[in-house]
Every structure is written in C-alpha cells, then in structure tokens.
C-alpha cells in the first residue's frame, strides 16, 4: 500500500510538473500580419487577411502547439488601386468561386506535429481548415522572441477552389491561375 501511495504521489508530481512545464502565449492579432500572393500566367496578385485569434503553446522555449483563426471577411487585394479593379477582385475571392466568406467567415490552422530544424527554426504539420474542409499542410516557421514567421503553400483546390484552375478546366489561356498561393504569417505574441 505504500508503495501504491508513493507511485500515486511521484505521478502526480510529474503530470504537475509537465503541464506546468506549458506556456500557451495568446497572439496580438493588431499587430499580426498575414500576407498572401496567388499567381496566374499573366502576373500575380497579392493581399492580406487578418488573424482573428490564435495562441502558440511553449515548452520551456520550445515550440510545442499551435492554433489560429483566420478572419476570411478581411481578404483585402494590395496591388489594386480603389476604383482600378480592388473591389472587384476583392468580391470575387469572397464569393462562391473561392472563399465563400458568407457561408465560411472563418479558417482554422490547428498544430499536430512540431519537429526542431534548428535553435528556433521548425517544420509544423497542421490540420488547415478552409471553406470547411480539413487537410494537411507542412510549413516551416521560425520563433524569435515574440515573433513567429511562417512560410506556407496552399493548394487551393484541395479546398473545393477550383476556378481558373487549369487542373479542372481546359482551355484557360492566359486565364488559367495557379493551384498553389502562398502565405506568409507574421505573428507577434
């Protein structure tokens, strides 16, 4: 029986401690940035979104977790002037053909598996969640202080994006837009 009650309290100790261990650090959306660029053959577009919320998980000071929101009503198109296209390319990507904002105002990135490049420099495998649909994606992201880069290539036709895409449609020409944007999140905490 003693021996029950020492192995009961050494377990205790150790969850204590480990759970201690975790420091889950909330993200400051107002000074966050999310820029994205989407290509086509003719040139490339670019923008932002805003980061609604999200919260990077610590262990000591390794990077342990990871969740976000992404506020997808914020799309916002940068190379644009008002009046020069900015507000239409910016309905279009809100409207059925891409994001469905109205339908899906939100995306979701939850962290599953973090492995160490380097002093501060890993490669995150996360669940990304766009128009409702769930996929994998893999990024490298870099931890500095309290700032976080991340680097990522979405294939939007995984999330049922398909216009302009010259996987699904021939014909495109000059149309055609590639499959892939890319993503780069500059995250403070």
């Known amino acids: ?3 029950l009650k020492i192995f009961a309290l050494s377990l205790f100790t150790l969850t204590a401690v480990t759970v201690s261990a975790q420091t889950k650090k909330a993200v400051d959306a107002s000074k966050s940035k999310i820029t994205w660029v989407g290509k086509k053959l003719t040139g490339q577009h670019d923008g932002t979104v805003a980061l609604k919320d999200g919260a990077l ?4 000071k390794k990077l342990a977790g990871g969740a976000f929101t992404i506020d997808m009503n914020s799309i916002a198109v940068t190379d644009l002037k008002a009046g020069g296209g900015k507000e239409k390319l910016e309905g279009h990507l809100k409207n059925d053909d891409f994001f469905a ?5 939100t995306a979701k990135l939850d962290f599953k598996t973090i492995a160490t490049k380097s002093a501060n420099n890993y490669t995150v495998t996360a669940d990304l969640t766009i128009k ?3 996929k994998p994606v893999t990024f490298d992201m870099v931890v500095n202080g309290n700032t976080a880069v991340a680097n990522l290539k979405i294939d939007r036709t995984k999330y049922d994006i398909k216009y302009g895409s010259g996987s699904f449609f021939d014909n495109l020409g000059n149309n055609a837009i590639n499959d892939e944007f890319d993503v780069v999140a500059n995250i403070a905490f």
């Open 1 to 3: 029986m003693k021996n």
């Open 132 to 134: 409702g649909i769930t």
């Open 57 to 60: 998980v610590f262990k000591g």
């Open 101 to 105: 904002t109205d339908k899906f105002p």
